[in-house]
């Protein structure tokens, strides 16, 4: 079942960069970067009152979110729902007509399971369900 919202997911070009502007506008410590060598991410999570923003650089220069940053610099990627069914919310969101992107849960890049709806599905938005 859908708990809540987790976090919302921004593309990045320069994450050192992008952190210490939030950080600085936000009162708020840089949070670690995560590197992620396998898929040639970087991603950090900036926590702010129960809700997370999640900071992502794709710097394999040919992958999906750095041809985003290309075409359109920085910006909102996704939004996560926290579940504690994925599968039962996967097939729920199914029945309702949502189309999956990910139809079995994936370990993702904070090493969660994760799914995303296909972004056409919410109008260009891509919603990711996510462990807690």
């Keep these: 079942?859908?708990?809540g919202i987790g976090h919302i997911g921004i593309v990045v070009k320069n994450i050192e960069e992008s952190l210490a502007a939030v950080s600085k506008a936000l009162d708020l410590p840089i949070p670690?970067?995560?590197?992620?060598p396998e898929k040639k991410m970087k991603v950090a999570m900036v926590e702010l009152k129960g809700i997370g923003l999640e900071f992502l650089e794709d710097y394999s220069k040919e992958g999906e979110l750095a041809r985003l940053v290309n075409?359109?610099?920085d910006a909102i990627h996704h939004f996560c729902v926290l579940t504690d069914d994925m599968e039962a919310d996967i097939k729920s969101l199914e029945k309702r007509g949502i189309?999956?992107?990910?139809r079995e849960p994936r370990i993702g890049l904070r090493g969660k399971r994760?799914?995303?709806t296909k972004a056409s599905a919410l109008n260009g938005i891509p919603m990711e369900l996510s462990e807690p």
């Design 32 to 36: 670690p970067i995560q590197d992620v």
């Design 1 to 3: 079942m859908i708990q």
């Design 71 to 73: 075409e359109k610099g």
């Design 99 to 102: 189309e999956m992107a990910d």
């Design 114 to 116: 994760i799914a995303f």
